[in-house]
């Protein structure tokens, strides 16, 4: 993972490079968000399961503003543990999920301080599998998606010249997401 953050701030460090009299402005974002829907079990590398997602997630975006109106971010999200039932075994299985990649935003001025934005990016999530038996761990599992396109659109309100808070509705293969986050801009 971190290997791709460093590859997504590397390939952010060219593009500010390359925009000539545009300043970089970088920012920082925390996020909360309701994710809803299905990672259909031919998403999943290694298991013939498909898993109901429907909980909280909370996440941390870096991103830099490369024109006016494009920016790039890198992100981290970490989702509620959830359950559900092991069907083979008829158990109890607790699954734990983390989510990072990239995007390309696209802002832009409706009225005021207010402005619309849409997404484009690659996502990818970790997932950590759990059958529990009697309070034992009978079976353990790591899977993942691999990276694949997620987009969105919101609205956005700068509240400050450094401070915008942003609500955002985004789709990832099956599963719905509407989030909100707090920008920091340095």
Same mark, same amino acid.
């Given at each position: 993972?971190?290997?791709?953050?460093?590859?997504?701030?590397?390939?952010?460090?060219?593009?500010?490079? #390359?925009?000539?009299?545009?300043?970089?402005?970088?920012?920082?974002?925390?996020? !909360?968000?309701?994710?809803?829907?299905?990672?259909?079990?031919?998403?999943?590398?290694?298991?013939?399961?498909?898993?109901?997602?429907?909980?909280?997630?909370?996440?941390?975006?870096?991103?830099?503003?490369?024109?006016?109106? !494009?920016?790039?971010?890198?992100?981290?999200?970490?989702?509620?543990?959830?359950? /559900?039932?092991?069907?083979?075994?008829?158990?109890?299985?607790?699954?734990?999920?983390?989510?990072?990649?990239? #995007?390309?935003?696209?802002?832009?001025?409706?009225?005021?301080? !207010?402005?619309?934005?849409?997404?484009?990016?690659?996502?990818?999530?970790?997932?950590?599998?759990?059958?529990?038996?009697?309070?034992?761990?009978?079976?353990?599992?790591?899977?993942?998606? #691999?990276?694949?396109?997620?987009?969105?659109? /919101? !609205?956005?309100?700068?509240?400050?010249?450094?401070?915008?808070?942003?609500?955002?509705?985004?789709?990832?293969?099956?599963?719905?997401?509407?989030?909100?986050?707090?920008?920091?801009?340095?």
């Amino acid at each position: 993972m971190k290997t791709q953050i460093l590859y997504g701030l590397s390939m952010m460090t060219v593009l500010a490079c #390359s925009t000539g009299a545009h300043a970089l402005t970088t920012y920082m974002g925390l996020d !909360i968000a309701h994710n809803d829907g299905t990672l259909k079990k031919d998403s999943l590398k290694k298991t013939n399961l498909e898993l109901e997602q429907s909980g909280m997630s909370y996440g941390l975006t870096l991103g830099a503003a490369v024109t006016d109106h !494009i920016a790039v971010e890198v992100f981290y999200s970490k989702y509620e543990d959830g359950t /559900g039932t092991f069907d083979v075994l008829g158990e109890e299985l607790e699954v734990k999920q983390q989510g990072y990649g990239a #995007s390309v935003n696209f802002r832009h001025d409706i009225v005021g301080d !207010i402005y619309g934005v849409a997404t484009l990016g690659m996502k990818r999530l970790d997932t950590k599998k759990v059958v529990y038996k009697d309070d034992f761990v009978m079976l353990k599992h790591d899977d993942n998606t #691999s990276f694949k396109p997620f987009f969105g659109a /919101g !609205i956005g309100v700068k509240t400050t010249d450094r401070i915008n808070l942003e609500a955002k509705y985004s789709r990832f293969e099956d599963m719905n997401t509407i989030s909100g986050t707090f920008i920091y801009r340095f």
